[in-house]
Every structure is written in structure tokens, then in C-alpha cells.
């Protein structure tokens, strides 16, 4: 196993844990590492995580999962339909550059995701609205349509051929199950899994939401839920990891005072205009020492 990650993160992702990960990986239960494990990830998002750990650990099966069914499709066509995907990647970007009026060929690009079915053009748009879309934001409005506006910058690299080649074969190497459902309905019964959870995060601030990845919103009811399925893991004889928001409230302190709560800080955005940047406190649940 390589001790450096080769393979990163091919999409931006609002909440991203690539400058935690060593964070993370401090607060990872120490016996399960030393040995073969499941992983269960219920809420992909980018994979940051993901990508870190199969690459870093000896990891048997895989098994992630987002409510977002285009983000997992994504994920599924660069494993299993990449020579396509690039291709059609490669002449996004043809036509980006060619155009004379990018945010009209952007917003053109926009309506025909909205609008096509499930395909590797679909999977290819959306990685294509990812790269040039404001921030690399993915929102959707109640009727499921993506409504990121054209994120006006200078040079974007749409077609990373060969972090999308090296991607699909990692995926190819290791056995790997994707889903699209409700977290709650993803619960292994195998001996040795730890479940990584990184949920849309509970608000800081008014102007700091940001939890409609999908036409269904994240709120304290769906928090309330997901503290049920943390308990079911525990049932379960299995360990988890969530990542989360400081409330100074004590929300979560409340929420999980038979786990384990550890602090972190970290820079990010927490302003409205997202120019500036903060220490902001996250925690760290989990239900192991």
C-alpha cells in the first residue's frame, strides 16, 4: 500500500475534508486499523475521506453512499464507464474554451443537465457544472434542479484525464458497493466495520446554512434521526465517526452525551460573502475512546 495518497478528490465539494484528514485519522479507533475492516461511508459527498483511507488501510469492502443519485452515478461511470466519460469530458471542455460567451454556453449546459436522463453525458455535466459553477457548490431547488450560477473563473480545468484514469482504477482494484438512499437504511451486520459520517452540518450561524445538497433539506428532525442510526451501530456491535458543527447551544452535546465529543478547530469561510475566513470549531462524535 502506497504511504502517500496518489489519489485525490476529482470533485470540489462544500464541507470537504481534505485538511482535516489528519484530524480525523488521530480520532480513528486504534485496534481497527492495525486489521482488515469494512467501511461505511453514508454520506460521500467529494470522498476526501474515502480516498484517504483505501488507500492508507486494509480495507476488505467499501460501501458509500449519498442521498445525491447524480453524484453517485458520477462515481459509478468513472469506475465502470471512464473511457467514455472522458471522452465527453474532453469535448465539454472543447466547447468551453471555444465559446465566446462562456456563461451562456454554462447556463446552456445547466438546462440540458436538468433535463436529459441518466447517462455518462449526464454523469460528464455534472462533473462539467462542478468545475465552473460558483465555489464548486451543488445545489438543487425543490424540484430537483440544480441552480448553481456560473462561477466566472479564469481557467478551470474541466477534464483531469489522468486523476480520472488513476480514479477508476482504484475503484476497479477495490471491492467497492455504491448506493443512493436515506442513511438511516444503511446498516451492515459484518463483524469489524467502522462508519465514517459526515452530514450536512448543523447551522453556526443564520448565514451560514448551507444543507440543500438535494431537494431534501438537512435539519435538527433529520439530526434527531441520525442519532438513532448512531445508535443502531452501536447496537450493532460496530464503531462510528461523525463529523459535525461546535453549537454553542450544546445541541449536540446534549444530542450525544453517551459518546465520546472532541473539539476541533479549523479555517473555513463562515461569512455570508465568503471572503472571510475564520477559525471555526467542529467536533468529533464517536462511540470508542
Not at 57 to 63: G, L, P, R, S, V
Request: charged share 30%.
Amino acid at each position: 500500500m502506497p504511504k502517500n495518497a496518489q489519489v485525490k478528490p476529482f470533485l470540489k465539494w462544500v464541507g470537504g475534508k481534505t485538511k482535516l484528514l489528519s484530524e480525523i485519522e488521530k480520532n480513528l479507533p486504534k485496534n481497527l486499523i492495525k486489521k482488515r475492516f469494512n467501511y461505511v461511508e453514508p454520506f460521500l459527498g467529494g470522498g476526501a475521506v474515502f480516498f484517504h483511507f483505501i488507500q492508507k488501510f486494509d480495507i476488505e469492502k467499501a460501501y458509500l453512499n449519498d442521498l445525491n443519485n447524480k453524484l453517485i452515478d458520477v462515481y459509478s461511470d468513472v469506475r465502470d464507464k471512464n473511457t467514455e466519460l472522458i471522452q465527453k469530458l474532453k469535448k465539454l471542455e472543447s466547447d468551453y474554451y471555444g465559446s465566446s460567451d462562456k456563461k451562456k454556453f454554462f447556463l446552456d449546459k445547466r438546462n440540458e443537465f436538468n433535463t436529459i436522463k441518466k447517462s455518462t453525458q449526464k454523469s460528464a455535466l455534472f462533473v462539467f457544472l462542478n468545475k465552473t459553477g460558483f465555489n464548486g457548490m451543488y445545489r438543487e431547488n425543490s424540484k430537483g434542479e440544480y441552480n448553481i450560477p456560473f462561477g466566472q473563473m479564469k481557467a478551470p480545468v474541466i477534464c483531469n484525464k489522468d486523476l480520472l484514469e488513476k480514479t477508476s482504477k482504484l475503484l476497479n482494484d477495490k471491492d467497492i458497493t455504491f448506493f443512493s438512499k436515506s442513511f438511516d437504511k444503511l446498516i451492515l451486520t459484518e463483524k469489524d466495520t467502522f462508519y465514517y459520517l459526515d452530514p450536512p452540518y448543523r447551522p453556526i450561524s443564520k448565514t451560514s446554512s448551507f444543507t440543500d445538497y438535494t431537494k431534501s433539506s438537512f435539519n435538527d428532525k433529520t439530526q434527531f434521526l441520525l442519532k438513532e442510526y448512531c445508535e443502531k451501530i452501536d447496537e450493532k456491535g460496530s464503531l462510528f465517526m461523525q463529523s459535525n458543527s461546535y453549537s454553542e447551544d450544546g445541541f449536540f452535546q446534549k444530542l450525544y452525551h453517551n459518546r465520546k465529543i472532541n473539539n476541533l478547530k479549523v479555517m473555513r469561510t463562515i461569512s455570508a460573502d465568503g471572503n472571510k475566513r475564520n477559525k471555526a470549531k467542529e467536533i468529533i462524535i464517536k462511540n470508542y475512546e
